[in-house]
Antibody
Framework: QVRLVESGGGVVQPGRSLRLSCAASGFGFSQYGMHWFRQAPGKGLEWVAIIWFDGSKSKYADSVKGRFTISRDNSEDTLYLQLSSLRVDDTAIYYC?????????????WGQGTLVTVSS | DIQMTQSPSSLSASVGDRVTITCRASQSVNNYVHWCRQKPGRGPELLIYAASTLQSGVPSRFSASGSGTDFTLTISSLQPEDFATYYCQQSLFFPWTFGQGTKVDIK
């Protein structure tokens, strides 16, 4: 069955960096687009970024553009999110999710999330 | 960006009740609307994709309809595991955007 397990969250100071990972299993990882979403404490869901199945293209929410970088290693079935220049309002649970197609149609499976807390 | 407006923002219901949640897009998104459920402390689960197609493994008490700008999710007979928060989401345009959520709790 499809399994997505996020890791790498923690407490970090404003302005610092962090890298999140998402280990995928149970499906042909290299055939699917992948997403990151986030959810601030007590708030709704926000889409963060998508990467195409082959890593050739990516798109970002304006709130993270230029600060976050999505990438993937298809040989390791792993998705990444590099978070830089972190701000207090980046505090959230970060979820990875699989796209139904290679390039962005809808997210059909989600992980359980990893918490990032940005605080001095 | 496309605004997705859900209503109501919360509702109280009993097991066995019929529940309807609506979602309106700020411009046409064709049928690129999807619904998910999020239980407390858990990641979201896809219920419905492409406005009206039931995701594999999702119980048939869930149904949805709509196209263009107006969409509806219906739960025909609420079960204990359905007390959760529901979100609509559009994927026709980047950035993908969500409704603010509808929290369904026990009356």
């Amino acid at each position: 069955q499809v399994r997505l397990v996020e890791s790498g969250g923690g407490v970090v100071q404003p302005g610092r960096s962090l890298r999140l990972s998402c280990a995928a299993s149970g499906f042909g990882f290299s055939q699917y687009g992948m997403h990151w979403f986030r959810q601030a404490p007590g708030k709704g869901l926000e889409w963060v970024a998508i990467i195409w199945f082959d890593g050739s293209k990516s798109k970002y929410a304006d709130s993270v553009k230029g600060r976050f970088t999505i990438s993937r290693d298809n040989s390791e079935d792993t998705l990444y999110l590099q978070l830089s220049s972190l701000r207090v309002d980046d505090t959230a649970i970060y979820y990875c999710a699989r796209d139904r197609k290679g390039y962005g149609y809808y997210a059909d499976y989600w992980g359980q999330g990893t918490l990032v807390t940005v605080s001095s | 960006d496309i605004q997705m407006t859900q209503s109501p923002s919360s509702l109280s219901a009993s097991v066995g009740d019929r529940v309807t949640i609506t979602c309106r897009a700020s411009q046409s998104v064709n049928n690129y609307v999807h619904w998910c459920r999020q239980k407390p402390g858990r990641g979201p689960e896809l219920l419905i994709y492409a406005a009206s197609t039931l995701q594999s493994g999702v119980p048939s008490r869930f149904s949805a309809s709509g196209s263009g700008t107006d969409f509806t999710l219906t739960i025909s007979s609420l079960q204990p595991e359905d007390f959760a928060t529901y979100y609509c989401q559009q994927s026709l345009f980047f950035p993908w955007t969500f409704g603010q959520g509808t929290k369904v709790d026990i009356k």
